[in-house]
């Protein structure tokens, strides 16, 4: 005979309806990390100590080991791009009003931009502060601004607040990340409001990119909003994008001596493009698998479960954080080049130098510039400190997936950008050059291989 507690229900029924009011108040606490959820455990945004690029300068700073040189003209902006390792001909210059300086912004006040695979950096001619954005493994993206003023141990000042105003919007679900517009730009630099604004990544079809940027280079009749200033509001949508798409030179526009070189490279941009969203997305995938597997762990706590209790909901939530950084990382959607792509600068031969290289010479980073950017399709960030520093459950995931695409189990339409020759190259690429990639997982590669 089944005995009934004093309210009426069986123990086991009444069970039941803790476990489901418990994962109705989960289910409740799902979907995008944002607003105060960055404060909350594990994450606590403001409260973590950065691990990162700017993070490490700043204590060899401190320690006596590294003095920044202060140059009269540009200020610190020399010596912190040689003390960070990002190469000048990163340069890209911006002239829309839609950042921290704007009052200092414009077509004849360009802002320059340069960057590596770890950290982004913001230069303003006689501007206050330099802006930086470095990555953090365990905190995605995270803020500094430097004084452009003399000073014996200059300080780098973490900022989140003003930065996550754009940097942490609906527009980025919510998470500190980059946010690259192309807008229509007036005379002076500002947006016109009335006009359509663009997010742009490597998807962005080629029309709607870099409006209110300066760009230098060749794309054929790939025609872009480069260059493009509007002169006529009234007549926004009948913007000819031929005559500013293709410049060498950018003198006609602004003095080109107020910054490091004279250019703002059109595969510069296209790097970049790539480069920041992977990062919002290796952000997203790190925050949103903490957040679930912390969740999980306050879930078996309250209802007394075991420490290897697994929830569907918490591995849906793991596959919803996974797939979008999956499919970024093999190029999915990307907009494939109808001509070829030429850049000014150096920053073509630069970039893929820095490797790393399998014995036949081959590197993730190695530029196509005729079909597609690169000439194989899988992210070189996979190589970041960002992406090794995934929680494990997320990493499974991931190189699961990876090898499930790369063997040609996976033979979904969305993957299908990526040819046979393609799939064998980033394996022994990968297996040649990735020495972090799991055990389980390079067998598993391995034995792709050899099938």
Known sequence: MTSIHPNGLAPRSLRAIQLGA????????????????????????????????????????NAGTLTLSYDPQ?????????????????????????????HRIGPKTPRALYFNDEVYVGYCHQGDVMEFSAVDPMLGTVFYTLDQQDQPKPV???????????????????????????????????????????????????????GGWYVTGTSGQQWHMGNLIVEDKRRVDASDLKPSSHRAKLDEFFDVRQHLTPQSDVVALMVFEHQTEMHNRLTRANLQTRRALHEASELRRELKLPAHHEFESTNSRLRAAGEPL?????????????EPIQGTSAFARHFPAAGPRDDLGRSLRDLDLQRRLFKYPCS???????????????????????????????????FAHLSPPDRRAILEILLATKRTIPPVWRKAMEATLRQ
């Open 22 to 61: 418990c994962l109705l108040i989960l289910a409740a606490s799902l979907g995008s990390l944002q607003g105060d959820d960055l404060e909350a455990e594990p994450i606590r945004y403001s409260e973590s100590t950065p691990r990162n690029l700017i993070s490490r300068l700043q204590e060899r700073i």
């Open 74 to 102: 540009r200020g610190y902006l020399p010596s912190v791009l040689k003390a960070l390792g990002v190469d000048p001909s990163s340069q890209m210059l911006v002239f829309s009003k839609t950042s921290l300086q704007r």
């Open 156 to 210: 780098f000042r973490r900022q989140w607040d003003s930065c996550l105003i754009c940097h942490g919007s609906s527009a980025l679900q919510g998470y500190p990340g980059h946010l690259v517009r192309s807008v229509y730009p007036d005379s002076q630099g500002h947006p016109i409001l009335s006009t359509a604004t663009f997010r742009t990544d490597q998807s962005s079809p080629w029309k709607q990119r870099w």
């Open 326 to 338: 999956v499919k970024y990382l093999f190029f999915v959607k990307e907009t494939p080049l109808g």
């Open 380 to 414: 070189y960030l996979i190589y970041s400190e960002a992406f090794d520093a995934l929680p494990e459950p997320m990493l499974d995931y991931v190189y699961r997936r990876m090898n499930e695409i790369l063997s040609g189990q996976d033979r979904s339409p969305e």
